[in-house]
């Protein structure tokens, strides 16, 4: 079993910063993909960042690519989203999510079947 707990969210006004920390159980957790999405109200969930198990890959959307950065610390069981040049458009819950059953799975994943863990999120609003 994998448990996945965010936190770092909050409210910040437009052009600030934020980094967003998603800390994973599970003594395999530097073997698998481990990703972020976000929802914002009557939206779909939709991808933000992906990593792959090794921290060497990475995947942005669109929307954020050159604004946010994700990385891991095996160590620290940890992933991080580095939120830079906020817009309020970026307001919504977070999710992080842990590809357990993707284990060494070269490429990141930016499906939401792809990963089969996730947190209960962390609200961002981003005020203009």
């Known amino acids: 079993q994998v448990q996945v707990v965010e936190s770092g969210g909050g409210l910040v006004q437009a052009g600030g910063s934020l980094r967003l920390s998603c800390a994973a159980s599970g003594r395999t957790f530097s073997s698998y993909p481990m990703g972020w999405f976000r929802q914002a109200p009557g939206k779909e969930r939709e991808f933000v960042a992906a990593?792959?198990?090794?921290?060497?890959?990475?995947s942005y959307a669109d929307s954020v690519k050159g604004r946010f950065t994700i990385s891991r610390d095996h160590a620290k069981n940890t992933v991080y989203l580095q939120m830079n040049s906020l817009k309020p458009e970026d307001t919504a819950i977070y999710y992080c999510?842990?590809?357990?059953?993707?284990?060494?799975?070269?490429?990141?994943?930016?499906?939401?079947?792809?990963?089969?863990?996730w947190g209960q999120g962390t609200q961002v609003t981003v005020s203009s």
């Open positions: 999510a842990a590809a357990a059953d993707s284990a060494y799975t070269t490429p990141p994943l930016a499906g939401l079947s792809d990963y089969d863990y």
């Open positions: 990593i792959n198990w090794s921290g060497g890959r990475t």
